[in-house]
């Protein structure tokens, strides 16, 4: 089955930029697609299908996809965008959603 | 506007089972499949599987496959997951999500908690 692979922690000074990497076998080929996971809350989703905004997500978040890394950017980071993030693709070997093991990001 | 609303926080003892609902509104219920994520205490998000509402057709991950089961009843646009057996690793935040084709899920429930201690 297929593996994605996220840094456990992320840090950022405020303004900054964040990006937040999520690795896997030619993951360039697949759509990826990231959540981001505040306490107490249901999981938002911020981009899809690499690099697509759903309406309401600022455009500060964007996000890339190449041979075996894809990437969140998060620019002009807030306090506010402190949250776990995670990546998602589709196995199409067995149909199923895989989970990366997610990212904490710190905003210093 | 799309809303799933699952039931409420569910205590239960190792060995029982428990039955969770997602109802659907704001959007055809038969048009989506209904996924399910679960996050335990301090761990990211497992995908445990999904359910095609139009055709009852039932994909599960692995390790839920013959403990869990994905249900769903189109007349009141509603989804269930049953999982048996209930150990006290399975303390978590259940939730579902609608899917859109074989890529992202673009709108979650509240979420479940489902507490198993004896």
């Known amino acids: 089955s297929y593996v994605v692979t996220q840094p456990p922690s992320v840090s950022v000074a405020p303004g900054q930029t964040a990006r937040i990497t999520c690795g896997g076998n030619?993951?360039?080929?697949?759509?990826v697609h990231w959540y981001q996971k505040k306490p107490g809350q249901a999981p938002v989703l911020v981009v899809y299908d690499d690099s697509d905004r759903p309406s309401g997500i600022p455009a500060r978040f964007s996000g890339s996809n190449s041979g075996n890394t894809a990437t969140l950017t998060i620019s002009r980071v807030e306090a506010g965008d402190e949250a776990d993030y995670f990546c998602?693709?589709?196995?199409?070997?067995?149909?199923?959603?895989?989970f990366g093991g997610g990212s904490r990001l710190t905003v210093l | 506007q799309v809303q799933l609303v699952q039931s409420g926080a569910e205590a239960k003892k190792p060995g029982a089972s428990v039955k969770v609902s997602c109802e659907a509104s704001?959007?055809?219920?038969?048009?989506?499949?209904i996924h399910w994520v679960r996050q335990a205490p301090g761990q990211g998000l497992e995908w445990m599987g999904r359910i095609s509402p139009k055709s009852g057709d039932t994909i599960y991950a692995q390790r839920f496959q013959g403990r869990v089961t994905l249900t769903r009843d189109t007349s009141i646009s509603t989804a269930f997951m049953e999982v048996t057996g209930l150990r006290s690793d399975d303390t978590a935040l259940y939730y579902c999500a609608r899917g859109w084709g074989t890529g992202h899920l673009d709108y979650w429930g509240q979420g479940t908690l489902v507490t198993v201690s004896s």
């Open positions: 704001g959007y055809t219920f038969t048009g989506h499949s």
């Open positions: 030619n993951i360039g080929t697949k759509s």
């Open positions: 998602q693709v589709w196995d199409n070997t067995n149909d199923h959603r895989v």
